[in-house]
C-alpha cells in the first residue's frame, strides 16, 4: 500500500485493457470464493446438529420426555430421512427463507432473525462510526505531533494507551462503563434498546478498542503521507497547515484507514454478542447465547449461519474495495 | 531482554505477565483451600475488610477464588494457542511442500477461514459439544489456526525458495524430512513471537466464552466463569464482577504490552551513535547586502543532532534572470541547501544563516505573515519526482489554484481559471480538461510542467529547482528544460537549479556553483567550465563526461574513492583523500573560498 506501487498500478490503469481484464479477473475470484465459502458455511451449519453426540432432540428434550413426542420431533426436523434428502431440503429451505422452528418458543427462526439482526446490524455499524469518528483525527493530531520523531513523550503515551486500549476487550468495557455510568453515576441505562441514551454505552464499549487500532493505523498513514513529496510542495506553497493536513493529507490516509475499519467491522458482531449479553440487547447475540444454553438447536444453527453470512459479506466488500481502491492489490494478488 | 525491559510498555507487559504466571503458580496452594471453603454465614456479601471482594452464594471468598482462577484461565489458553500453533503451524507450512493443486486447495481454506471470527467458531462447536471449557478451546484453538497458517505460510514460501530447501529436493529427501528439517527450524522465531501475541487473545476469548456462560462450568471457574457469576450481582455490589474483570484486563493487557515489545525488539535495528563533533565554522565579515540580488545567502549551515553537518558555511547569490547551476554528487548537500533556503529542512534539522535575503527581504527579519506570503508567491519549487509530487488525491487545477486562493485572495473560479491559463502556458494540451483531472491521468513529463505551473501561479522571483528532470526519460528531459529556460526568460524570475549532471547543467545555466562534502568548492561562469576550472574535483567531473572523441574501447573515466559522509569530514579540504594534488595542509587546513579570476572562485590551495 505503500505511495509509489499505488501510483504505479494507477499508471497501469492509464494503461488501460490489461488492467481492465486483470480487474475483472479479482472480482469474478472473489466472487467464486464467496460462493464457495458460503456453501461451505452452509454445508457447516447443516452438519453442525448431526455432528452432536447422540441425539440432538433427546439431548433438548431431556431423557425423561416421552419416546412419541421424540419420534414426533425427529420426523417434524425430518431426522428420520437420509442424510443426502435432509441437506438438500435444508438447503432448498434456508434458500427459500424458511430456517426451521424453535424448539422452545414454537417461532420460526426466520422471524426470529428478521426481528433481531437489524439491532444488531445498528449495534455493530454505529460504533464503527463512532470509532472511525474518535480514531481518524487522534491518530492524524499524533501523526503531525511527531513527525520525523518529534514529540517522544507524546508518541509513548500514544502507543502505550492505544496498546492498552486495544488489549482491553470490549465486554470488560461494557461492565466497567456499566458499573460507572450506569449504576454509580446513574447517568445512562444500565440495560435494554429504546431512548438514544440505551445506545451510548453498548457503542461505546464496542468502539473504544476498534477506535485505538484504527488511530495507530491512521497515525502511521499521517506519518507517511507526511514525509510525501506532494507534503513538501504544499509546505513549498506556504498554505496554511490545517489546508495541508485536512485537504491534502487527510484523503491520502482514508484508504487503508477504511480498509482495516471494515475488517475490523467483522470482529465487532463478534464482539457484539457480548455486548448484547451485558446490555441485555435485543440483537442476534443475545438469542445465539439463549439458544446455545438452551439447546434450542434451530435457532442456534440459523443465527449461526446468519453471523458467518455477515462476515464473509464484509470480507468481500472489503476485499474489492480495497481492490477497486487500489489497482496494484488487485492485480498482483493471486 | 534488555532492550524488552528498556521501554515503559515493554516493562509493564513483562511484568504482568511474569505475575500472572507466579499467580498461575503459586494461587492454588496458597489460595485453594479458601476458595473452596463453604461459609453460610456469609453469603452473597458485597466488599468487606474480611472479604474485599466479596463473597459468592456459598459464602465462599471472591477474592481467593480469582488468585485460584488464575491457574485454569492460563492452562486453557496455552492448551488453546498449543492447539491453533500445532494446526496453523502444520496447514500454512504444507503448500510449500504439496503439489500444486493440493497447495492451492489448502491456501485458500486458510485465506476464507482467516477474517473469521473466533467467537463464532467457539459457538459452533459449543453447540456440537455442548456447554463446557472443551468446545470454547476446540473452538478457539482453530480460529486461531489461520492466523498462524498464514504467517507460516509467507515465511515457509520465502525459505522453500531458497537454495539449500531446492538442493535437499534434488538429493530426493522427502517432503515432510524437507519440512522438519529445513523449513521449520529457519522460521520459529517470527512464530514464537506471533505466540505471545496469540495466547493473549486466547485468554481473552476463552473468558468471553466462560462469561457468556458457554465455556468453563462449575464445579471449575475461570476469571471468565467468575465474571460470569459476579455479573448477575452487579447492581448489589460491582466489586464482585470488576474483580475478575481486571484480572482478565490486566492479563490482556500484559500479553498484548509484551507481544508489541518483542515485535518491536525483533525488528529494531542498531544505529550506530554519532558523536562526531560540532564542526567549527569560520564566520566570515559579512558584506554589504546586494540589493539587486534575487536570492542572498551568507555562511548557510545545517545542523542534525550529533553534530552532522551535511551543509557548511555555505554563501550564494543570484541575480535576477539567472540560471544558476548547483552541481554536486548526492550526498553533497546540493538538496539539502535548496529545502534550507525554502524553509523546509525537516525537524530536527537546524538551520543557521549568516544572513537569508530573498527578493531584497531579510526573511529573519520579517514577520510570520509576511514570510508566508513571500514565500508562497515569489518562490516557487520543483523536485525531483513529479510521480510524487502531486497530491493523488486531489485534481490538478485545484492543486493550482489553491496557492491564489490562500496567498491572493482570489475567488474560486478567478483562482481556477487562473489555474487553466497558467497549465495552457506550460504547454500542456487541453488545460481546461487536465486541470478536471486527477495526477495519475497525466504523463511523468506533464505531471513535471503542472508542478512548474504551480509555481507561476504566484509572481515568482525565483524558481528552485531540484533534479527536476533525473526522473524523466531523455525526450521529456529536453523538453522540461527549454520550459525552465522560457520561463526564466519570460518572467525575469532566476533559478537555481539543481543536478548531479555536470552535462544538463553545462547546457542550461549561466553560472554554475560546485558544492562537495557541505561546500561550495568552485564557482564559475558556464563558459570556463570546460576549459577554465580550477577546482581538481570539478576538473575530474568535467573529465568524466564522455563526449564524441571519447575512446569507447577504454573504461568510462570516473572520480577514485567516495565522498565522505557529513559526519566524516575533517578539518582540512574535504576532497583531499580523493585528490592527485592533494599536499599536507590540504587534510590539515581548510581553504578558503577565494576569488580567481573575473566572475570566478575556488576553494583550493593548489589551485594556482
Known amino acids: ?334 | 531482554m534488555r532492550q524488552l525491559l528498556r521501554t515503559p510498555a515493554g516493562l509493564a507487559g513483562t511484568i504482568l505477565v511474569a505475575l500472572m504466571v507466579v499467580v498461575a503458580i503459586i494461587g492454588p496452594p496458597i489460595w485453594g483451600v479458601e476458595a473452596e471453603r463453604i461459609n453460610p454465614s456469609v453469603i452473597l456479601q458485597g466488599a468487606s475488610d474480611a472479604h474485599p471482594l466479596g463473597t459468592d452464594n456459598l459464602g465462599r471468598d471472591i477474592l481467593a477464588r480469582v488468585m485460584v482462577a488464575g491457574r485454569l484461565s492460563l492452562l486453557l489458553a496455552l492448551l488453546t494457542t498449543l492447539i491453533g500453533a500445532v494446526v496453523g503451524t502444520v496447514l500454512g507450512a504444507l503448500p510449500s511442500v504439496l503439489p500444486r493443486r493440493g497447495a492451492r486447495l489448502v491456501t485458500g481454506t486458510v485465506n476464507a477461514l482467516v477474517a473469521f471470527p473466533g467467537l463464532l467458531l467457539a459457538m459452533f462447536t459449543a453447540v456440537v459439544t455442548g456447554l463446557g471449557a472443551k468446545g470454547a478451546v476446540l473452538g478457539i484453538g482453530v480460529a486461531i489456526a489461520p492466523s498462524f497458517a498464514r504467517l507460516t505460510q509467507t515465511l515457509a514460501a520465502s525459505v522453500a525458495g531458497a537454495d539449500y530447501v531446492s538442493a535437499a529436493r534434488m538429493l530426493g529427501v522427502p517432503r515432510m524430512r524437507v519440512m522438519t528439517r529445513h523449513v521449520l527450524p529457519n522460521i520459529a522465531e517470527p512464530l514464537i513471537l506471533n505466540l505471545t501475541q496469540a495466547l493473549g487473545s486466547a485468554l481473552l476469548a476463552l473468558a468471553g466464552m466462560s462469561f457468556l456462560g458457554l465455556g468453563v462450568q462449575p464445579p471449575s471457574f475461570d476469571w471468565g466463569r467468575l465474571l460470569f457469576e459476579g455479573f448477575n450481582r452487579i447492581y448489589d455490589s460491582p466489586a464482585v464482577a470488576l474483580g475478575p474483570a481486571v484480572a482478565v484486563a490486566l492479563a490482556g493487557i500484559g500479553f498484548n504490552l509484551l507481544g508489541d515489545a518483542l515485535a518491536r525488539a525483533a525488528a529494531r535495528t542498531t544505529t550506530p551513535a554519532k558523536t562526531a563533533p560540532a564542526p567549527v565554522v569560520a564566520r566570515q565579515e559579512i558584506e554589504e547586502p546586494d540589493p539587486e540580488a534575487v536570492l542572498e545567502v551568507r555562511d548557510l549551515t545545517v545542523t542534525f543532532p550529533g553534530g552532522v553537518t551535511p551543509v557548511r558555511g555555505l554563501s550564494l547569490t543570484v541575480a535576477p534572470g539567472e540560471i544558476v547551476g548547483l552541481v554536486g554528487e548526492s550526498g553533497s548537500g546540493k538538496s539539502l541547501t535548496a529545502s534550507a533556503i525554502g524553509g523546509l529542512v525537516p525537524y530536527p534539522g537546524e538551520v543557521t544563516t549568516g544572513r537569508l535575503r530573498l527578493c531584497g527581504a531579510d526573511l529573519d527579519e520579517l514577520a510570520e505573515h509576511e514570510r508566508r506570503k513571500l514565500l508562497g508567491t515569489s518562490l516557487a519549487m520543483v523536485f525531483q519526482d513529479p510521480m510524487a509530487s502531486l497530491n493523488p488525491a486531489l485534481r490538478v487545477g485545484g492543486q493550482l489554484a489553491e496557492v491564489a486562493t490562500v496567498h491572493q485572495g482570489a475567488s474560486r473560479e478567478k483562482a481556477w481559471d487562473r489555474a487553466v491559463d497558467r497549465l495552457d502556458h506550460v504547454h500542456i494540451p487541453e488545460p481546461a480538461r487536465r486541470a478536471r483531472q486527477h495526477p495519475h491521468e497525466l504523463s511523468g513529463g506533464m505531471r513535471q510542467r503542472v508542478v512548474i505551473a504551480m509555481g507561476l501561479m504566484g509572481t515568482p522571483r525565483l524558481i528552485i529547482a531540484d533534479e527536476p528532470t533525473t526522473a524523466l526519460d531523455v525526450t521529456v528531459q529536453r523538453q522540461i528544460l527549454r520550459l525552465l529556460r522560457q520561463v526564466t526568460a519570460e518572467t525575469g524570475a532566476a533559478t537555481l537549479f539543481i543536478s548531479h549532471d555536470i552535462a544538463v547543467v553545462g547546457e542550461l545555466c549561466h553560472r554554475v556553483v560546485v558544492m562537495y562534502a557541505g561546500r561550495v568548492v568552485e564557482e564559475l561562469p558556464v563558459d570556463q567550465l570546460v576549459a577554465g576550472a580550477a577546482h581538481p574535483y570539478t576538473r575530474a567531473l568535467v573529465a568524466s563526461l564522455p563526449d564524441m572523441d571519447t575512446d569507447r574501447s577504454q573504461p568510462l573515466a570516473s572520480i577514485p574513492g567516495r565522498q565522505p559522509a557529513p559526519a566524516e569530514v575533517g578539518a582540512g579540504c574535504a576532497f583531499a583523500s580523493r585528490c592527485e594534488l592533494a599536499t599536507d595542509r590540504c587534510s590539515t587546513e581548510l581553504p578558503p573560498l577565494i576569488p580567481y579570476g573575473k566572475a570566478h572562485q575556488v576553494a583550493c590551495w593548489e589551485a594556482q
Open chain 1, 1 to 334: 500500500m505503500a505511495g509509489i506501487p499505488r501510483l504505479q498500478g494507477r499508471r497501469l490503469l492509464a494503461g488501460g485493457v490489461s488492467l481492465a481484464r486483470a480487474r475483472s479477473a479479482f472480482l469474478l475470484r472473489h466472487l467464486v470464493r464467496f460462493v464457495i465459502s458460503l456453501a461451505v458455511l452452509l454445508v457447516a451449519s447443516f452438519a453442525m446438529i448431526h455432528l452432536i453426540p447422540g441425539d440432538p432432540v433427546r439431548a433438548s428434550l431431556g431423557q425423561a420426555a416421552p419416546i412419541e413426542l421424540i419420534e414426533a420431533r425427529r420426523a417434524a426436523l425430518g431426522l428420520d430421512q437420509p442424510i443426502l434428502t435432509q441437506l438438500g431440503t435444508y438447503v432448498r429451505n434456508v434458500l427459500s427463507g424458511d430456517f426451521g422452528t424453535s424448539f422452545l418458543s414454537g417461532e420460526p427462526v426466520g422471524d426470529v432473525i428478521s426481528a433481531r439482526l437489524p439491532n444488531t446490524l445498528a449495534l455493530a455499524l454505529l460504533a464503527t462510526v463512532v470509532a472511525l469518528l474518535i480514531a481518524v483525527p487522534l491518530g492524524m493530531w499524533a501523526g503531525v505531533r511527531t513527525e520525523n520523531g518529534r514529540n517522544r513523550g507524546t508518541e509513548a503515551t500514544f502507543t502505550s494507551a492505544t496498546g492498552t486500549a486495544i488489549a482491553v476487550p470490549e465486554f470488560l468495557y461494557a461492565i466497567v462503563l456499566v458499573a460507572v455510568f450506569a449504576i454509580g453515576l446513574g447517568w445512562f441505562p444500565p440495560a435494554g434498546k429504546g431512548a438514544p441514551a440505551t445506545y451510548v454505552l453498548p457503542i461505546l464499549s464496542l468502539a473504544i478498542a476498534p477506535a485505538a487500532m484504527i488511530a495507530r493505523i491512521s497515525r502511521v498513514e499521517t506519518l507517511r503521507e507526511l514525509g510525501s513529496d506532494y507534503v513538501r510542495l504544499a509546505r513549498a506553497k506556504r498554505l496554511p497547515a490545517a489546508r495541508i493536513y485536512i485537504r491534502h493529507v487527510l484523503p491520502n490516509t482514508l484508504t487503508a484507514t477504511l480498509t482495516i475499519g471494515g475488517l475490523l467491522l467483522t470482529g465487532l458482531i463478534a464482539g457484539s454478542v457480548l455486548v448484547e449479553y451485558v446490555f441485555a440487547w435485543p440483537g442476534l447475540g443475545l438469542r445465539i447465547v439463549e439458544s446455545i444454553t438452551q439447546k434450542d438447536y434451530p435457532v442456534a444453527q440459523g443465527v449461526i449461519l446468519v453471523y458467518g453470512a455477515i462476515v464473509l459479506v464484509v470480507n468481500l466488500l472489503v476485499d474489492v474495495l480495497l481492490g477497486v481502491l487500489d489497482p496494484t492489490s488487485a492485480v498482483k494478488e493471486t
